[in-house]
């Protein structure tokens, strides 16, 4: 197995550091120097007092102190139907019905947030949501309760998550302004991990745990871009070139996760509710796959919510690697052909990529064996280019990308992809 230091785990180590260093505080106190580090006690030329400009508010360092409470009581109500789960047996309706009614009011605010409101309908989700909630009071099998509580708690899942993206966009995305409140961008972050928390923690910690998706650690690697991410905010500013690269990791790496997850419940035939939350969570991945693979996607969702002697876990993991390996190809060389080494831009864009391979990896292996293809040495590659691009070193940039675009395009011939591409759609 080939072993090299990588990014991803650095992000995992440097993470318990950066905790540390958030909670405390070095050097004399503010208080005890003017802005121009003389001593606060000289007083001024006439004798007098001198005035002492007035210090801006502490905001405190803690990661996820500064979130909302509305997604604070959200997350709490999405817990609670979790535990219903958890349970085993036939889940209680009232209850869900309960942490639905807390649910509901937040779920309308995020529809609107995300412009997920039809006209002069409803909200997409809270309609959704709410007729999974109904069913699960009308249905009379066990099973059909459970399916039910299942595609409730995955259509909060959704919504969350999208909000949760939103957030760390704007945030990261943010340009240099005086007139911003200075808790602004460290509340977003921070309502960002509340949501990631509550929706998407415990599908990261499944999947960790999974004796055959699992060992890629992405509950703690996430868990440290989100750190990182709020040790880089500062007041009303931030640093861009760790923001938005650590905004990739946490999305994507949410996009690896929840790839597995799928595979995993769709094999798992023998679970009343294992294919049918294969599906349910095909809609966190929707955006990523209808544009890249809309056949596939379509050729999914009829498959898991279909008979189960019908389903081909194999076919499912094609149909996805379609996807994402286009979408991974557009990051193997943007870099070097735009010009924007070393920019906060191209940062994020090596980061989008190297993740976006590693979700394939598995898949990629086996199918380029025959040619050569060296999985570990290929994401060691997707490291080393994102140290390239990161110190803006052309040469080394240019040579590391050849090689991504090359096994890239190898693997979209294997999968019959028509032509390499980074963006096209697939055809029937």
């Not at 994401?379 to 590391?400: H, P, Q």
């Amino acid at each position: 197995m080939f072993e090299r230091p990588s990014p991803l785990r650095a992000l995992v180590a440097v993470s318990c550091v950066a905790l540390l260093a958030l909670g405390g505080a070095c050097g004399p106190k503010a208080e005890d120097l003017e802005t121009d580090g003389s001593k606060a006690d000289e007083g001024a030329a006439d004798g007098s007092a001198p005035a002492k400009p007035e210090a801006p508010a502490k905001i405190d360092p803690t990661l996820g102190a500064l979130a909302s409470t509305e997604c604070r009581d959200a997350m709490r109500a999405l817990g609670g139907l979790e535990a219903l789960r958890t349970k085993g047996g036939r889940p209680d309706a009232k209850a869900a019905q309960a942490h639905w009614q807390t649910l509901e009011p937040w779920v309308k605010a995020m529809d609107r947030n995300l412009g997920r409101v039809p006209v002069r309908t409803q909200g997409r989700d809270v309609a959704l949501a709410g007729q999974h909630a109904a069913q699960m009071g009308a249905a009379e099998r066990d099973e059909d309760v459970q399916r039910a509580l299942v595609g409730l708690t995955t259509q909060i899942r959704l919504v969350a998550f999208l909000e949760a993206r939103r957030l760390l966009t704007v945030a990261s995305d943010a340009k240099p302004d005086e007139a911003r409140e200075p808790e602004l961008l460290a509340s977003q972050w921070d309502t960002a991990w509340c949501l990631w928390q509550g929706a998407v923690q415990p599908l990261a910690r499944r999947v960790d745990a999974s004796p055959t998706r699992g060992g890629e650690d992405w509950e703690a690697t996430i868990t440290a871009a989100f750190t990182e991410g709020r040790a880089a905010i500062d007041g009303s500013t931030h640093d861009p070139a760790i923001t938005m690269a650590r905004r990739q990791v946490i999305e994507k790496g949410s996009y690896a996760l929840i790839h597995r997850l799928i595979l995993d419940r769709a094999a798992a035939g023998e679970d009343p509710t294992g294919p049918f939350e294969a599906g349910a969570l095909l809609d966190l991945l929707e955006d990523r796959i209808e544009d890249r693979n809309g056949p596939g996607l379509a050729r999914m969702r009829k498959a898991v919510y279909g008979p189960v002697r019908d389903l081909e876990v194999a076919e499912l993991e094609r149909d996805l690697a379609v996807a994402f390996i286009k979408r991974a190809r557009k990051y193997c060389d943007e870099a070097v052909t735009g010009g924007s080494l070393g920019t906060p831009e191209a940062i994020k864009g090596a980061w989008e990529g190297r993740i976006y391979s590693q979700v394939v990896i598995t898949t990629m292996g086996p199918a380029l064996s025959d040619a050569g293809f060296d999985a570990d040495a290929y994401l060691a590659d997707w490291d080393d280019y994102i140290e390239a691009v990161t110190a803006a070193d052309s040469e080394a940039a240019a040579a590391i990308s050849a090689r991504l675009v090359e096994w890239n395009c190898a693997y979209q011939d294997r999968l019959e992809i028509a032509a390499c591409t980074s963006s096209a759609n697939e055809t029937e």
